[in-house]
């Protein structure tokens, strides 16, 4: 069974409005972090934003914030005022304490930011 | 500060040729990860070192993958005999691991592998 799901292979967003990126993830154990990367088409991974399962506020990083729904396994990423620099594909990632430090990567969004 | 360095950064190689790539983690990081992303596959663990020692390689595909991190600061990833379906990127990353799930992976530039 798929533990990270991304549902849309591909998103528009007209620039300057916000856009919601989709993640669902499952799993049995109460401990583990999500995570959410940029890889832009020069094909580095960069990190994004982290989410605790125990934390109880959403986390935010500048225009980057996380939808953390726990009962309903989804940790949606919005970015707020999209630029043309935010157009890549965006992947998320799950570790569960009981895999170590094993990360699982969804298959990943791409992201189309328009003019 | 450096971030995890890789090389080289784009490898072409025939097949049946040893290829091996090559990666430093950020200074202090315990934890070495090395990933292959595919466009079929998406992004793969292959194995990951905790000072320097091998945890989970069950990711590594078969025999002809092999790793090694002989000190804290230096790993290596090789394929022999490399064949075409080994083209793809490899990505090297490295965490602090401080046993806390916040400790983020901090990725490498990547090596494009293409096996001709």
């Known amino acids: 069974a798929q533990k990270i799901t991304q549902t849309q292979p591909g998103m528009f967003v007209q620039e300057k409005e916000a856009v919601t990126l989709d993640c669902t993830y499952d799993?049995?154990?109460?401990?583990?972090?999500l995570f959410w990367y940029k890889q832009p088409s020069s094909g580095e991974m960069i990190f994004l934003i982290y989410q605790g399962s125990y934390d109880q506020q959403n986390a935010t990083e500048g225009r980057y914030s996380l939808n953390f729904q726990k009962a309903r396994k989804s940790a949606n990423l919005v970015i707020s005022a999209s630029q043309l620099g935010d157009s890549a594909m965006y992947f998320c990632a799950m570790r569960e304490r009981d895999g170590g430090f094993k990360t699982i990567f969804g298959a990943g969004t791409r992201l189309f930011v328009k003019a | 500060d450096a971030g995890v360095i890789q090389s080289p950064r784009h490898e072409v190689t025939e097949m049946g040729q040893e290829v091996t790539l090559r990666c430093k983690p950020i200074?202090?990081?315990?934890?070495l990860f090395w990933y292959r992303q595919t466009m079929m596959r998406g992004l793969e663990l292959l194995i990951y070192f905790n000072n320097n020692v091998p945890i989970d390689d069950s990711g590594m595909p078969e025999d002809r993958f092999s790793a090694k991190m002989p000190n804290a600061s230096f790993s290596t990833l090789k394929i022999q005999p490399s064949e075409p379906r080994d083209s793809a990127v490899y990505f090297c990353?490295?965490?602090?691991?401080?046993?806390?799930?916040?400790?983020?992976?901090?990725f490498g530039p990547g090596t494009r592998l293409l096996v001709l």
């Open positions: 990353a490295s965490s602090s691991g401080t046993g806390l799930q916040k400790e983020t992976q901090y």
């Open positions: 799993t049995s154990d109460p401990s583990y972090g």
């Open positions: 200074s202090g990081h315990d934890y």
